[in-house]
């Protein structure tokens, strides 16, 4: 049981760090996207370096901002697609901390040497749903930045859009897991009323 306590108060310390660190990270894309919009608008296209050039290169796809010193997109263009690739890192940032938030409370009776308490199984199942309602939000957001470039024209040639079979098979553990805590739950209760 004593190991059971230790890597549960570890985990919880590592859940803890994930969690100001997405807190960290949000607050970061907000002081960068101030100031990439203000950099942008302030951008003199005439006096640029004929050097410079700047792409953003995602995996298959590519995005070209500045081509021997010239302005690709348009400055809206520009603005648009840096802040929508910010507001997907921030929706991320928020599902790990939901996430972080979630495994916290799983621990919290483990970290007391209690891992059968009464009430775990359904925080177990919760976060199995949590985990298959971010897989389907990082599909269906991938989805809508896919739309959002595609309006503006700035889309890359391809762009896959997928739900995460890993993301479902982890689901579907955790609420096998759940279903366990709670047989450990019954189990626990009438070894309480025993004695």
Known sequence: MEKLTKTARIV??????LFIFCIVAICMLIAADIFMIAS???LPEDKLPETLSVVFD????????????????????????????SLTAATAAVIL?????????ILSPMKEGRPFEEGISEIIKKFGHFVLAATIIGAFIQFLLVIVLAVMDI???????????????MAIVIYLISYIFRYGEELQK???ETL
């Open 12 to 17: 919880d310390v590592f859940a803890k760090i």
């Open 40 to 42: 942008v608008m302030a």
């Open 58 to 85: 995602f995996g298959d796809s590519e995005f070209v901002v500045f081509e021997n010193g010239r302005l690709m997109v348009t400055k809206p263009q520009l603005v648009a697609y840096t802040l929508t690739l």
């Open 97 to 105: 901390m939901i996430g972080a938030k979630l495994v916290r409370r």
């Open 155 to 169: 889309a890359p040639e391809s762009a896959p859009v997928s739900i995460s079979t890993d993301g479902i098979f």
């Open 190 to 192: 009438q070894a309480d």
